[in-house]
């Protein structure tokens, strides 16, 4: 993985013609060993949920999706000049959890506290991707922390989410990082292509 200093994405890691794509922050490993200890306590109820491991989850500011291997540099370049105009905040989980589709969920998620500095940084990389021609729904920015999801055809079970009691914490964003999604029949697997560390905030510098 690579910082703003070293700049961009290394060729080795866009080898194939298409990668999947999505920009996020981090998680910190103490916070996730706190949701992973909280998600642990709903895993004997529903078998047929897939729950990521704790080091893998993340924030998605930006689902880019299947990417041409070509275009992979130029969105890291992207990625660093927006990087280097929005400054470090903090984000807090409430220790609430919900769930996307309704009845037909397939989606549990941990609920993030409301964050107009994250989805600023959420804004700020879409418009750069819409400039190297990804398009997104107009739907405004919701972030999430996911804790499981459903199978095909499956969905997450009615009171699931009521029954997580997770940590309401707080963190600081310091950094930007563009993934990739390997897929696999047991779940995904994401890798870290390159980083770029936001500024610092204010009263910091």
């Known amino acids: ?5 070293q700049g961009g994405v290394s060729p080795a890691s866009a080898e ?3 990668v999947r794509l999505f920009v996020a922050v981090d998680v910190p490993e103490p916070v996730g060993r706190a949701v992973e200890a909280a998600a642990a306590r709903l895993r004997p109820r529903p078998r047929h949920l897939r729950w990521p491991r704790p080091a893998s989850w993340h924030i998605t500011v930006a689902f880019l999706g299947w990417t041409d291997a070509a275009v992979v540099g130029a969105v890291g370049e992207a990625l660093a000049r927006t990087a280097a105009r929005a400054r470090a905040f903090s984000v807090g989980l409430t220790g609430r959890a919900g769930t996307f589709g309704g009845t037909r ?3 549990l998620w941990a609920e993030l506290a409301p964050s107009p500095a994250l989805a600023d940084l959420a804004g700020k990389v879409q418009a750069e991707m819409a400039d190297l021609g990804f398009e997104f729904d107009q739907r405004a920015f919701r972030g999430h922390l996911t804790l499981a999801r ?3 055809g499956q969905r997450i079970p009615q009171g699931l989410a009521e029954a997580y009691e997770g940590p309401a914490t ?13 897929l696999a029949r047991a779940g995904s697997r994401y890798e870290a292509l390159a ?3 936001l500024e610092p905030r204010a009263e910091d510098a």
């Open 16 to 18: 194939a013609s298409r």
């Open 105 to 107: 969920a397939r989606v």
């Open 170 to 182: 707080s963190w600081e964003v310091r950094r930007l990082t563009l993934m990739r999604s390997h």
């Open 150 to 152: 459903a199978g095909r």
């Open 195 to 197: 980083s770029w560390g």
């Open 1 to 5: 993985m690579s910082d703003s200093a």
